[in-house]
């Protein structure tokens, strides 16, 4: 369990996947570990937001006298999951100057004619950086699968593809977290009919989003295919209850604080003669 | 003015270059505006924190529908200026899902047999996003020019090539802010000892980082040379006094907004019949 006070228990142990996991045999309202509802989570949140910076600050700093290790969060989910709110509230509590984010959308006509990896591995971090996709090679293997876009001898050379890729990660220095937010589809209901009902949530929305939604089924079916198939030692699948914003906020940033001081990260030692540095600087 | 509440009066005027600038005659220590002390400051810039989120969003929205627009801010000074703390506590407070941060370092082999441009480019803000620039081609004309990286015909022509990019991007949607950090050299020696005296600060310090200072005067005329050169309609410099780390948080905050809020955001139109997807998401 990480250096935040305000877990009972750790929730590691519900969160991370274990063998015969079944994905629909797992809550999207639980609270692991934390007990306390909407307000002392958000109160929880700022206080890990500390934690998170700090650390975040420390793998910055070996990266820039050579250590290679990083830490790369991956982030998939079904609509309104609250990607997005992760990205702000728990991202967003790092500096920007050793975060690097990349979301990933439909692939464009160029993409298509690589392998479905070529555009992802331009977008993994670099030593010292904290990556975070949003969406991410998984699309391949999810909307992939649902919607045949691949032939289905090719959507199954994936999974062992994605594990050959994240183990050469992992083996360079990088430490994967991976987060499927689970949602309810009551609970997505819900959230997609506020963002039809505000005009200032207009935007988020897009016709698209039902017809996906018309597919949950399959989608929970690939999840689970995926789940199985890439859930490894070297990158572990964690599934995250995700009807509460709040929760999984506080989950997430619990996973990567957790992978960050499991780097037994410090500040660096000086490099140069710290004495003689004190007096070319006083002289100047 | 934007619409933070806190300014006394409009800081614009002081921070935006004007004919005949001085920066020799330009004070590192004002608070120009600003009513207040440290104290003040800081909660003056967590309230500014939620203004310039929102705006964002408001940009990044507008973005998801076509609108081309996007924002550049751009960083430059001398070290310890407080580059690092801006990027932090100004852009982090922004989601990092449509923020583009590059930090521009000592340039690679590969990007020196390319224009100087040329790695600049790519890394400009898409539509709906701020791009921000720690460091920048500015680099080319600073210390290029201090350490002569460059012959002398090459620097001259960089200036106009220069202005001529800034007006592409800025003929393409982008509102550019440049922004200058001006420092005291002796604030710079109390912020470079500190950096000595405190173990967790040492990965911070570079012997370079003296060898940069012995050359203080020569800085100082390459940014007068720069700031007269490029200080364009299109593209100002802006001078913002940063002996204050909290003052020059809150000024660059304060032109972020106010380049935000002169693009007259708002949150997009539905693009969709929301009507009909309301019954379309009641049937699903």
């Not at 750790?10 to 639980?30: C, I, M, N, S």
């Not at 109160?43 to 820039?64: N, P, R």
């Not at 997005?84 to 993409?111: L, Q, R």
């Not at 995700?242 to 030692?269: C, F, G, N, S, T």
């Amino acid at each position: 369990m990480g250096r935040e006070s305000f877990w009972t228990t750790d929730p590691d142990e519900h969160l991370r996947v274990g063998k015969g996991f079944v994905l629909a045999d797992q809550p999207t309202d639980a609270v692991y570990g934390f007990d306390g509802g909407k307000r002392q989570g958000a109160k929880a949140l700022a206080e890990g937001a500390g934690l998170v910076a700090e650390l975040q600050e420390q793998l910055f700093a070996a990266g820039s006298v050579g250590d290679r290790r990083r830490v790369l969060l991956v982030l998939q989910a079904m609509d309104t999951a609250g990607k997005g709110g992760i990205v702000s509230h728990v991202v967003g509590a790092m500096n920007p100057g050793g975060v690097h984010y990349a979301g990933f959308k439909k692939p464009t006509e160029v993409e298509l004619k690589h392998d479905f990896l070529w555009r992802v591995e331009r977008e993994t971090p670099m030593a010292g950086q904290v990556g975070v996709f949003d969406r991410s090679h998984y699309e391949d293997v999810l909307i992939g699968r649902v919607r045949n876009l691949a032939p289905a001898d090719e959507i199954e050379r994936r999974y062992d593809a994605i594990n050959d890729f994240e183990k050469a990660l992992a083996g360079d220095g990088t430490t994967i977290v991976k987060v499927m937010l689970h949602l309810s589809a009551d609970e997505q209901k819900e959230r997609l009919a506020d963002r039809l009902d505000r005009p200032d949530k207009h935007w988020k929305y897009n016709p698209a989003d039902v017809d996906e939604r018309l597919l949950w089924d399959d989608y929970q079916a690939a999840y689970q295919v995926m789940i199985e198939r890439t859930s490894t030692e070297y990158a572990p699948w964690h599934v995250v209850p995700a009807d509460r914003k709040w929760y999984a906020r506080l989950a997430v940033q619990h996973l990567l604080i957790d992978a960050l001081e499991r780097l037994d990260l410090d500040w660096p030692r000086a490099t140069y003669d710290v004495e003689k540095e004190k007096k070319r600087l006083a002289a100047s």
